[in-house]
């Protein structure tokens, strides 16, 4: 699997953004998908996951603000991303797990794009 993420940009604290992820291969609908974030200086982090039958789960810090989907037609993985905060400025990954779950363990994850940089100014 092949994965390209886009969408990224500057924003005010309080705007919305939305990201998505390219995939190819004809095993996408297969696969837990997952979204991660590294902030400069911090490890890569968890923030939302879906298993392969749209079960979505995210990290307590997002929760509530960010929204993750998938459109296995389009091969696509989505994040978007309202209320957003000065601490949500972050490089954004998309990432795939062979498992029809996403692990919240970035070394679980068996494919990684490009990241796509987020900048929430305050």
């Known amino acids: 699997v092949q994965l390209q993420a886009s969408g990224g940009g500057t924003v005010a604290a309080g705007g919305s953004l939305r990201l998505s992820c390219a995939a190819s291969?004809?095993?996408?609908?297969?696969?837990?998908m997952g979204w991660f974030r590294q902030a400069p200086g911090e490890e890569r982090q968890f923030v939302a996951g879906i298993s392969w039958s749209s079960s979505t789960y995210y990290s307590d810090s997002v929760k509530g603000r960010f929204t993750i989907s998938r459109d296995n037609d389009k091969t696509m993985l989505y994040l978007q991303m309202n209320s957003l905060l000065p601490e949500d400025t972050a490089v954004y990954y998309c990432a795939a797990d062979r498992k029809s779950w996403a692990s919240r363990d970035p070394g679980a994850m068996a494919y990684w794009g490009k990241g796509t940089l987020v900048t929430v100014s305050s």
């Open positions: 291969g004809r095993t996408f609908s297969n696969y837990g």
